[in-house]
C-alpha cells in the first residue's frame, strides 16, 4: 500500500472550515484514499474515502486533485469535538486490501 | 453504521497470566477482522488479519505463538495475549470488514491491557 503524508498538528477555530491534507504521491490506480479519525481513547471512525471523484457525506468533503497524488479533508464547521487525530490510508479496493495507519494530523479546534 | 464491540474494554492482568480479549460484529457479518496495538502518543499498528474459519495471517514481528487469533464465526474474533508481561500493556483494538459489503472496515472502541 502506497504511504500518506500528513502534516503532524494543525489548529482550526470554532465555526470554520478545517481543511486537512493528504500526499500520496505514490498511490496506484487501484488504491482508494481512506480517511479516519481517532478521538483521544476510542476506535477510529470512518469519515470517507474515494478514489478519484470529490467526494461529500454528513460528516466532510473528500477533495482529490486530477492527478490523485493529494488529497484534502474538509470538515465545513469545525466544532470541539471535531478535536482527534486525522488518518489518510490509502487501500487496495477488495478483499485484499488492508489499513496501515500512519502518524495522521492532530486537528485542534479552539474556541 | 455497522456496530462493533469489544469485550473487556479494559483489563488489569498481572505478569505471566493470559488475557482473553473479545471482537465482535453486532449488526452484520464480517468474513475479516483485524486486530491493532497502539503504545500512548502512537499509531495503530496492525497486528494480524483474521478470516473466519482459516488460521490468521500475522505482520511482520508480530509473534503468533504470543497473540492467539481465533475467528470461528462470522461476528466473533478473539485475541489472547499468552503469558502476558508488562511491555504487552497497550490499547487493543480491532476492525471489521463487512461480508459482501463495501469492503468497509469498522472498528471496534478498544481494550486497554495493563499488566503488572
Known amino acids: 500500500d502506497a504511504k500518506t503524508t500528513q502534516p503532524t498538528s494543525m489548529d482550526c477555530a470554532e465555526g470554520r472550515a478545517a481543511n486537512l491534507p493528504c500526499n500520496h504521491s505514490?498511490?496506484?490506480?487501484?488504491?482508494?484514499v481512506y480517511w479516519y479519525r481517532q478521538i483521544h481513547s476510542q476506535g477510529p471512525q470512518y469519515i470517507i474515502h474515494?478514489?478519484?471523484n470529490n467526494e461529500t457525506n454528513e460528516m466532510a468533503s473528500l477533495i482529490i486533485t486530477e492527478d490523485r497524488k493529494s488529497s484534502t479533508l474538509i470538515l465545513p464547521h469545525a466544532t470541539l469535538r471535531d478535536t482527534a487525530v486525522y488518518y489518510c490510508?490509502?487501500?487496495?479496493?477488495?478483499?485484499?486490501?488492508?489499513?496501515?495507519f500512519g502518524q495522521g494530523t492532530t486537528l485542534q479546534v479552539k474556541p | 453504521g455497522a456496530v462493533v464491540s469489544q469485550h473487556p474494554s479494559r483489563v488489569i492482568c498481572k505478569s505471566g497470566t493470559s488475557v482473553k480479549i473479545e471482537c465482535r460484529s453486532l449488526?452484520?457479518?464480517?468474513?475479516?477482522m483485524f486486530w491493532y496495538r497502539q503504545f500512548p502518543k502512537k499509531s495503530l499498528m496492525l497486528m494480524a488479519t483474521?478470516?473466519?474459519?482459516?488460521?490468521?495471517?500475522?505482520e511482520q514481528g508480530v509473534e503468533k505463538d504470543k497473540f492467539l487469533i481465533n475467528h470461528a464465526s462470522l461476528t466473533l474474533s478473539t485475541l489472547t495475549v499468552t503469558s502476558a508481561h508488562p511491555e504487552d500493556s497497550s490499547f487493543y483494538i480491532c476492525?471489521?470488514?463487512?461480508?459482501?459489503?463495501?469492503?468497509?472496515?469498522?472498528f471496534g472502541p478498544g481494550t486497554r491491557l495493563t499488566v503488572l
Open positions: 476492525s471489521a470488514r463487512e461480508a459482501g459489503g463495501n469492503n468497509e472496515q469498522f
Open positions: 505514490t498511490i496506484s490506480g487501484n488504491e482508494y
Open positions: 474515494g478514489l478519484k
Open positions: 490510508i490509502v487501500r487496495v479496493a477488495g478483499n485484499t486490501g488492508k489499513l496501515i
Open positions: 449488526d452484520f457479518q464480517a468474513t475479516t
Open positions: 483474521s478470516n473466519e474459519g482459516s488460521k490468521a495471517t500475522y
